[in-house]
């Protein structure tokens, strides 16, 4: 065992502090530090893919990636370096299989037999399909759609008619008026169906192009629910409450949504439901162990019965933050420490 971490990060975007390093990074550094470990933060470059990938798979024990997806363009060069020293030997934190499994947002079609996700939650991966299958999906009721890249909401559109259809009607027409507000910011544009499809085509043409296509739950202005986990572990659970305003659905910071920041036990049934869906979840993503840190968000519906039920909206794991509040930073770090050692010591053969 060669006692060494190495941290992936890359050089610019709006996540870093002035040090340059995403604010959680070095907090994860130093925790590692203070229990006799070394760690290292290496910037990923693809023109120095070869030499980083034979520095850290002779030098360390495992990896954290802290890359932002959208701060690489890169991001099959990187994901196939990954893969490489998995395959030597280094512990992926997460493997980048994991990544694209729990991280991309088709991950809620492969949920979607369970008790997490709706039945009617579909991918589109090619222009055609989109075409012919959202126009019977919206004449069933309102409907979001959120492209696979982009974050804080971008991409991601409530859907709803303006005018109802005619008894009977299982396709909404192409001239369709459509009122459509996008997370980002809640702002609303009215569209004719056709129009908007063709817009969309963007989402889907591309690396990783895709959309999810799922039932919009009203709800949602109760407030989406986060569990922030540390491996097996949640850590906290954050309230994200929407901005008012009748089209406003956006749980994102940026948007106007309020945050409160609870304690798991607040949350005991979820907390405990959702644990006990992790061997599902992980047999149906990939079999890939669990991320190291990564989040589930949930958003309240009410079942047959009449009683509150929660629809799993999204797993981020990519390169999930725990920067608020500030206060929260440096016990996380310790307690993330921990796992990596916990983690790598497991998995030394034992002779």
Same mark, same amino acid.
């Given at each position: 065992m060669k006692k060494n971490?190495?941290?992936?990060?890359v050089?610019?975007?709006?996540?870093k502090?002035? +040090?340059?390093?995403?604010?959680?990074? *070095?907090? *994860?550094?130093?925790?590692?530090k203070? @229990?006799g470990?070394?760690?290292e933060?290496?910037?990923?470059?693809?023109?120095k893919? +070869?030499?980083?990938?034979?520095y850290?798979?002779n030098?360390a +024990?495992?990896y954290?990636?802290?890359?932002?997806p959208g701060n690489?363009?890169?991001?099959?060069?990187?994901f196939? *370096?990954?893969?490489?020293?998995?395959?030597?030997?280094v512990i #992926?934190?997460?493997?980048p299989?994991?990544?694209?499994?729990?991280g991309a947002k088709? &991950?809620?079609?492969?949920?979607?037999k369970t &008790?997490?996700v709706p039945?009617?939650?579909y991918?589109?991966?090619?222009?055609k399909?989109?075409?012919?299958?959202?126009?019977?999906?919206?004449?069933?009721g309102?409907?979001?759609?959120? @492209?696979?890249?982009?974050?804080t909401g971008?991409?991601?559109?409530r859907?709803r008619?303006i005018?109802e259809?005619?008894a009977g009607?299982?396709?909404v027409?192409?001239?369709?008026?459509?009122?459509?507000?996008?997370?980002?910011d809640?702002?609303?544009?009215?569209?004719?169906l056709g129009?908007? *499809?063709?817009?969309c085509e963007?989402?889907?043409? #591309?690396d990783n192009?895709?959309l999810?296509?799922?039932t919009f739950?009203?709800?949602?202005?109760?407030g989406?629910i986060r569990?922030l986990?540390?491996y097996?572990?949640?850590?906290?659970?954050?309230?994200?409450k929407?901005?008012? #305003?009748?089209d406003?659905?956006s749980?994102t910071?940026?948007s106007?949504?309020k945050?409160?920041?609870?304690?798991?036990?607040?949350?005991? #049934?979820?907390?405990?439901w959702?644990?006990?869906?992790l061997?599902?979840i992980?047999?149906k993503?990939?079999?890939y162990?669990?991320?190291?840190?990564?989040?589930?968000?949930?958003?309240?519906?009410?079942?047959?019965?009449?009683k509150?039920?929660?629809v799993?909206?999204?797993?981020n794991?990519?390169?999930?933050g725990?920067?608020?509040p500030?206060?929260f930073?440096?016990?996380i770090?310790k307690?993330?420490?921990q796992?990596?050692?916990?983690?790598?010591s497991?998995? @030394?053969?034992?002779f």
């Amino acid at each position: 065992m060669k006692k060494n971490i190495v941290f992936f990060e890359v050089r610019g975007g709006s996540d870093k502090g002035e +040090d340059g390093h995403r604010k959680d990074t *070095m907090p *994860m550094v130093n925790a590692l530090k203070e @229990q006799g470990w070394n760690a290292e933060v290496i910037f990923f470059e693809v023109e120095k893919k +070869d030499e980083i990938y034979e520095y850290v798979k002779n030098n360390a +024990d495992a990896y954290v990636s802290r890359i932002n997806p959208g701060n690489l363009k890169e991001e099959n060069e990187y994901f196939d *370096m990954l893969r490489k020293l998995c395959a030597n030997g280094v512990i #992926g934190m997460p493997h980048p299989d994991a990544m694209i499994g729990y991280g991309a947002k088709d &991950a809620l079609t492969k949920l979607n037999k369970t &008790a997490l996700v709706p039945e009617d939650t579909y991918a589109y991966y090619d222009i055609k399909t989109f075409k012919e299958s959202f126009p019977k999906t919206l004449a069933k009721g309102e409907r979001v759609l959120k @492209q696979n890249r982009g974050s804080t909401g971008e991409g991601i559109w409530r859907v709803r008619l303006i005018d109802e259809l005619p008894a009977g009607t299982t396709s909404v027409p192409l001239n369709a008026k459509i009122k459509c507000t996008e997370a980002k910011d809640n702002h609303t544009e009215e569209r004719e169906l056709g129009e908007f *499809m063709d817009f969309c085509e963007q989402y889907i043409i #591309g690396d990783n192009g895709m959309l999810v296509d799922m039932t919009f739950l009203p709800r949602i202005k109760e407030g989406e629910i986060r569990i922030l986990m540390l491996y097996h572990t949640p850590i906290y659970v954050v309230h994200k409450k929407p901005a008012e #305003g009748a089209d406003a659905f956006s749980a994102t910071l940026f948007s106007g949504a309020k945050y409160r920041y609870d304690e798991p036990k607040d949350w005991q #049934g979820l907390v405990d439901w959702f644990l006990a869906t992790l061997p599902e979840i992980r047999s149906k993503l990939g079999n890939y162990d669990i991320p190291l840190i990564w989040t589930a968000d949930f958003i309240l519906d009410t079942d047959e019965n009449g009683k509150d039920k929660y629809v799993l909206g999204e797993i981020n794991c990519s390169c999930v933050g725990f920067t608020s509040p500030a206060e929260f930073v440096d016990p996380i770090a310790k307690k993330v420490a921990q796992n990596i050692i916990d983690i790598v010591s497991k998995n @030394q053969p034992l002779f």
